[in-house]
């Protein structure tokens, strides 16, 4: 239960002829190669500005009013029970 035996990628190749014909398959391996290598360029890309520091040229999110720690607490109504 290895890999593809020769006879195997031969049945595969046949079948993908037999699908899409033989003057669509040249077509599609061009638009599949211009596709990986834009895929590429894109992982690339991301990867050299995941590396940049963003944190020194921007200045820190200031906080909003509920996560302040130095915001006054809310004032609490008297209790209608209490004498």
């Known amino acids: 239960m290895g890999g593809l035996q020769p006879w195997h990628w031969i049945i ?20 599949l190669g211009k596709s990986m290598r834009i895929f590429k360029s894109e992982i690339k890309e991301m ?5 940049a520091s963003p944190a020194a040229d921007t200045p820190p999110a200031k906080p909003i009013a ?18």
């Open 12 to 31: 595969v190749i046949a079948v993908f002829v037999l699908l899409f014909g033989a003057k669509k398959l040249p077509d599609a391996a061009r638009s």
């Open 66 to 83: 509920s996560e302040r720690v130095d915001a006054p607490a809310p004032e609490q109504s008297p209790d209608r029970h209490t004498a």
């Open 47 to 51: 990867q050299s500005d995941s590396g």
